[in-house]
């Protein structure tokens, strides 16, 4: 049986997890928050107080960690803490985990297992690229820096988190110039993506040009 998968690419605050989210209700397929995975290493690193300077421990944490999906998202170790990942201190930490070699191969591998016994949507920087290179769709999502730093104001304001504007896009920038410079996986489009910018766009729209890419491309299954 072929499993199709759908690849979705971009900065930080660009509408990856929103949009894919959707895109895979629609389609029918498993969403995978590739993001998340690395949050989670760097929260159960922040718990037990781990030195983040030492690959070698990361990377162990990394190892232990178990990934479950279901259809209500991650399951970790058993337990379902996606509120616990997106505060600002794991966001930070998540960003030196994600530059860890080590840590990105054994994810990659996890996240490879998962696409290869499911229809995918998978979100993240470097799916495309490097995960899924043989995706049946790959996206590639943009947006002004100062569209996304509002982004991330709103969704820190609705988990309970203050936040400053200035200082969100000045972490964004770093972010970006972070991810697209690191050794291992930077953040690039493929170049055989379809590039959208979500500036000034609503969420429907741009899941509703994304599926239509996708059954136009996967011969109109869902």
């Known amino acids: 049986m072929k499993y199709y998968s759908v690849a979705?690419?971009?900065?930080?605050?660009?509408?990856?997890?929103?949009?894919?989210?959707?895109?895979?209700?629609?389609?029918g397929f498993t969403y995978v928050d590739s993001g998340a995975?690395?949050?989670?290493?760097?929260?159960?690193?922040?718990?037990?107080?781990?030195d983040f300077h030492n690959d070698t421990e990361i990377e162990q944490i990394a190892k232990?960690?178990?990934?479950?999906?279901?259809?209500?998202?991650?399951?970790?170790?058993?337990?379902r803490i996606d509120s616990l990942l997106r505060s600002p201190q794991v966001s930070q930490y998540a960003s030196?985990?994600?530059?860890?070699?080590?840590?990105?191969?054994?994810?990659?591998?996890?996240?490879q297992e998962i696409a290869s016994k499911n229809h995918v949507v998978m979100d993240g920087?470097?799916?495309?690229?490097?995960?899924?290179?043989?995706?049946?769709?790959?996206?590639?999502?943009?947006?002004?820096?100062e569209e996304?730093?509002?982004?991330?104001l709103n969704e820190q304001q609705k988990r309970g988190y203050d936040g400053d504007l200035q200082l969100i896009m000045k972490e964004i920038e770093r972010r970006d110039e972070q991810d697209q410079t690191r050794e291992i996986s930077p953040l690039r489009q493929a170049s055989d993506a379809v590039r959208i910018?979500?500036?000034?766009?609503?969420v429907q729209q741009i899941v509703d040009e994304i599926v239509t890419i996708c059954c136009t491309k996967m011969g109109g299954e869902e």
């Open 64 to 79: 232990e960690l178990h990934f479950q999906l279901d259809k209500n998202g991650w399951l970790i170790n058993g337990e």
């Open 197 to 202: 910018d979500t500036t000034s766009r609503s």
């Open 96 to 111: 030196n985990v994600a530059k860890t070699i080590g840590v990105r191969k054994i994810l990659v591998a996890k996240q």
């Open 125 to 145: 920087r470097d799916i495309g690229n490097h995960v899924l290179p043989h995706a049946d769709v790959k996206i590639y999502l943009t947006a002004s820096v």
């Open 37 to 50: 995975m690395y949050r989670a290493v760097a929260w159960q690193a922040l718990n037990q107080s781990a």
């Open 8 to 27: 979705i690419d971009g900065p930080a605050g660009s509408g990856k997890s929103t949009v894919a989210r959707r895109v895979a209700e629609h389609l």
């Open 148 to 152: 996304r730093a509002k982004r991330r």
